[in-house]
């Protein structure tokens, strides 16, 4: 990459990444209101945890293959599994 090119980001085009976007808005607009208190608690984790669906799917769509990026799923199925 030089010359200001723009990396190439295959999650942009993912409805499933957008939908996830949307969720981490809508969790940051709902937790604004929580109590202060509850800052470093529930507040940061429900953020974290929203901000981790979009993460990982932006992770396994820049993959090399098609067969990597299935494994990945399927690891972050497994992660959802112990929560």
Not at 1 to 10: A, F, K, L, S, W
Not at 33 to 62: C, H, W
Request: proline residues 5%.
């Amino acid at each position: 990459m030089g010359d200001g090119e723009n990396p190439v980001r295959p999650h942009y085009r993912l409805e499933a990444w957008k939908e996830a976007m949307t969720l981490v808005k809508m969790v940051y607009t709902l937790t604004q209101s929580f109590p202060k208190d509850e800052l470093y608690g529930l507040t940061n984790q429900m953020r974290r945890a929203a901000v981790s669906i979009p993460s990982n799917i932006a992770e396994g769509a820049a993959r090399s293959g098609r067969k990597e990026s299935l494994t990945s799923c399927q690891l972050r199925e497994a992660r959802l599994g112990k929560r």
